[in-house]
């Protein structure tokens, strides 16, 4: 089954820098690539999410990119504020576009941002 | 348009028994996909259903079950209760013709 790794597991970058965060997967027939926001006691959020068939997506200060070949994706957040301050996780799946995975979304361990003053 | 929903949010209970969590999906929304939190583990997929049909189920025990309604309510059920299985339950919702799915609050259990 796939496998997916993220790193790092905690970062701390100051208010205003960039923050970068990496995933990799392990099967090729992944296509659909989720990033998920999630604040203490909250419900992961869907901030952006790529596909195989796109290298990079972005919206306002979140950025994704995908290297098919090498098997791993990152998300970049640019001008960072305290409310980007939570758990990020990424994830991978086989979606067949019936608004399911074909084998469910596999998730990385999360990494925790926090946005110093 | 109202977002998922899961009933109830809390739910304490004791080794052994067998507990129900219950999940309504967004309007229109055919796929529901459970999903199990621990600190230890991380987010883990136990299945997913799509108009009423079970396709897919991650690697959890037999224990582990669901079914969905033809109004796409989903529950899930687990049996024989583990200290173990004291976790946050979410479920997620998907639109036919889209890869996105959308989470609901989850069901905080915890087994004693």
């Known amino acids: 089954g796939e496998n997916v790794e993220q790193h790092p597991s905690t970062l701390s970058v100051q208010e205003g820098d960039s923050a970068v965060i990496k995933c990799t997967y392990s099967d090729s027939a992944s296509n659909y690539f989720p990033w998920y926001k999630q604040e203490l006691g909250k419900r992961p959020q869907l901030i952006i999410d790529i596909r195989s068939n796109v290298g990079e997506k972005k919206d306002q200060r979140i950025a994704v990119t995908l290297n098919k070949t090498a098997k791993h994706f990152s998300l970049h957040i640019t001008e960072t504020q305290p409310e980007d301050s939570a758990v990020y996780f990424c994830?991978?799946?086989?979606?067949?576009?019936?608004?399911?995975?074909?084998?469910?979304?596999?998730f990385g361990k999360g990494t925790h941002l926090i946005i110093q003053p | 348009k109202a977002g998922v929903t899961q009933t109830p949010r809390y739910l304490i209970k004791t080794r052994g028994q067998q507990v129900t969590l219950s999940c309504s999906p967004i309007s229109g929304h055919r796929s529901v996909s459970w999903y199990q939190q621990t600190p230890g583990q991380g987010l883990q997929f136990l299945f997913e259903y799509f108009s009423e049909t079970q396709r897919n189920k991650g690697n959890f025990p037999g224990r582990f079950s669901g079914r969905q309604f033809s109004n796409s309510r989903s529950e899930m059920n687990v049996s024989t209760l583990e200290l173990g299985d004291s976790a946050l339950y979410l479920c997620a919702s998907g639109l036919s013709g889209t890869y996105e799915q959308y989470f609901g609050p989850g069901t905080r259990l915890t087994v004693t």
């Open positions: 994830a991978a799946s086989r979606n067949d576009g019936t608004g399911g995975g074909a084998d469910g979304l596999t």
